[in-house]
């Protein structure tokens, strides 16, 4: 069956799992919130887009930056990043640690990594941390499209969804959520772990990758994962920020969106923009992880070498 993924970085032997896990999820943390906050602006503006009636167009996207920025400031453009740091930094945390130990159970290494098994390593982790987190995501899309006045602060949101709509409102596009979320994972963890070890078999066979080739490979992710699956997110964005009841479930929404909009104009609105901050936000996030996890785990074995001397 292979070598078990702990035998994958050398360090590793020196760690208990307990310490794997934490390092895990401090560097998953951090890679999550640094990659979100840096494309939050242009994340806004193609959830806009993704539940409207308007076209799409690179103008437009542009023209909707500069007209937040002057109606409502500079840090307008930012609007919902506190529910989207709520949200990513666990989101992020959990779903490294889950990838981890789901090719720790499927037993995936660089040996033993069929791609049956690093694409089902990626999709289960997609699927447990957006299972885990969800309820934040859907108040996260609902600051990203409202005045501030509507939502103010996170605590608002929730209250807010819980006394007009009830607590399955904070389940709304879940099934497309999850539906989506398996190819978007799965495609982009299985690309990023087999360009590793492309790099490993015919670059370079350390186990640690130079930073600027994971942050290439995880933005080649980024674009893979995330066409596969953007219809499922044009989906749930729709059902997430809905609060007229035109949107009840998936199939309803498909339909509606099919028959008023178009296959490309509908579930494919505000792709492009995508394959701009797409790129970016993964790339940061892949390479920031692997750096700052190898870093913690450095410095856990110095400090547990230091106590033993």
Not at 138 to 155: G, I
Not at 166 to 175: D, P, S, T, V
Not at 243 to 260: A, C, Q
Request: proline fraction near 4%; hydrophobic fraction near 40%.
């Amino acid at each position: 069956m292979g070598k078990s993924t702990h035998d994958d970085d050398p360090k590793l032997k020196h760690l208990s799992n307990s310490e794997i896990v934490l390092t895990s999820l401090t560097a998953g943390a951090i890679a999550g919130a640094l990659a979100k906050t840096t494309i939050a602006p242009l994340d806004r503006t193609k959830i806009n887009f993704q539940i409207s009636h308007k076209p799409y167009s690179t103008r437009k996207a542009l023209k909707f930056l500069v007209e937040t920025f002057k109606k409502q400031g500079f840090f307008a453009l930012w609007r919902g990043n506190s529910a989207t740091m709520a949200r990513i930094v666990p989101y992020c945390a959990i779903q490294f640690t889950a990838h981890e130990q789901w090719k720790r159970v499927l037993k995936v290494d660089q040996q033993n990594g069929t791609p049956e098994r690093l694409f089902l390593a990626g999709s289960l982790a997609g699927v447990t941390s957006q299972a885990l987190t969800y309820p934040l995501d859907l108040a996260r899309a609902r600051m990203a499209v409202t005045h501030k006045l509507e939502y103010s602060t996170l605590r608002h949101v929730f209250s807010k969804i819980y006394s007009f709509e009830g607590m399955n409102a904070f389940y709304k596009g879940f099934i497309p959520t999850i539906v989506g979320v398996i190819p978007y994972a799965g495609v982009s963890f299985f690309t990023y772990d087999s360009l590793k070890k492309h790099y490993r078999d015919h670059i370079n066979n350390s186990y640690v990758i130079h930073p600027l080739a994971s942050l290439i490979f995880g933005a080649i992710a980024g674009v893979l994962g995330q066409t596969s699956s953007y219809p499922f997110d044009i989906i749930r964005r729709r059902m997430q920020t809905d609060t007229t009841g035109r949107y009840p479930n998936m199939y309803k929404t498909v339909l509606y969106v099919y028959k008023t909009e178009g296959i490309k104009k509908g579930f494919y609105k505000g792709l492009s923009m995508n394959w701009i901050k797409g790129p970016i936000a993964v790339g940061i996030s892949y390479s920031t992880y692997d750096n700052i996890r190898d870093l913690l785990r450095k410095f856990v074995i110095k400090l547990k070498n230091e106590s033993l001397t």
